[in-house]
């Protein structure tokens, strides 16, 4: 069963940092892409960041510059680091997978970041 785990949201005043983690399990870590996705009230849910099993990366315009997406293959764990922080960054940060087999996407639980001004 393929679970994605979020962790180390919370509170961050604007200007700070926060890094979150994504505990993946369910899966063949090593060989799979993998996202963050955002969705903050009231707006659309929101691609962030891509990683794939080779370590090539892309980023939403929003947040190039300021946010990093690395993976440790060894602990199955996706991260994003995040610099800078604005209160537009404010939002439930979600881990995503979608299986190449069949197009299935899953998705974990989020974790909230609130960014105050």
């Known amino acids: 069963q393929v679970q994605l785990v979020e962790s180390g949201g919370g509170l961050v005043q604007a200007g700070g940092s926060l890094r979150l983690s994504c505990a993946v399990s369910?899966?063949?870590?090593?060989?799979?892409?993998l996202d963050w996705y955002r969705q903050a009230p009231g707006k659309q849910r929101e691609l962030v960041a891509t990683?794939?099993?080779?370590?090539?990366?892309n980023y939403a315009d929003s947040v190039k510059g300021r946010f990093t997406i690395s993976r440790d293959n060894v602990k199955n764990t996706v991260y994003l680091q995040m610099n800078s922080l604005k209160p537009e960054d404010t939002a439930s940060y979600c881990c995503?997978?979608?299986?190449?087999?069949?197009?299935?996407?899953?998705w974990g639980k989020g974790t909230l970041v609130t960014v105050s001004s």
């Open positions: 995503h997978w979608k299986r190449r087999l069949d197009g299935v996407n899953y």
């Open positions: 369910g899966l063949i870590f090593s060989v799979n892409t």
């Open positions: 990683i794939t099993s080779g370590g090539s990366t």
